[in-house]
Nanobody, 124 residues
Framework: EVQLVESGGGLVQAGGSLRLSCTASGFTFDNSVIGWFRQAPGKEREGLICISISSGGTYAAHSAQGRFTISSDRAKNTVYLQMNSLKPEDTAVYYC?????????????????WGQGTQVTVSS
């Protein structure tokens, strides 16, 4: 059974940082693509950044460039999302997901499995 478990969310002041974790199981992590997405209240889900575990290649949306970075730890089957200089508009539920299509994309319809999400709240 494929499982993705996010952790690390919480309340942070504007300008602060958070590191989210996504721990995966039930599939071949080393051959996968993992993406981070978020959804704010009343808004559509937004793709942020993804990583190809085998190549280490990453792809980031414009909204994530410069403040968000993604990395992986193969020994722990975990992908991290480092978020810096957080703003109140970053407040959302953050999800990680994986796709069986091995495509480094931020198009959420391509992703097959999703975590339960972790809440990030940035106060002003």
């Amino acid at each position: 059974e494929v499982q993705l478990v996010e952790s690390g969310g919480g309340l942070v002041q504007a300008g602060g940082s958070l590191r989210l974790s996504c721990t995966a199981s039930g599939f071949t992590f080393d051959n996968s693509v993992i993406g981070w997405f978020r959804q704010a209240p009343g808004k559509e889900r937004e793709g942020l950044i993804c990583i190809s575990i085998s190549s280490g290649g990453t792809y980031a949306a414009h909204s994530a460039q410069g403040r968000f970075t993604i990395s992986s730890d193969r020994a722990k089957n975990t992908v991290y999302l480092q978020m810096n200089s957080l703003k109140p508009e970053d407040t959302a539920v953050y999800y990680c997901a994986t796709t069986e299509k091995n495509v480094a994309s931020l198009y959420d319809a391509l992703y097959d499995y999703w975590g339960q999400g972790t809440q990030v709240t940035v106060s002003s």
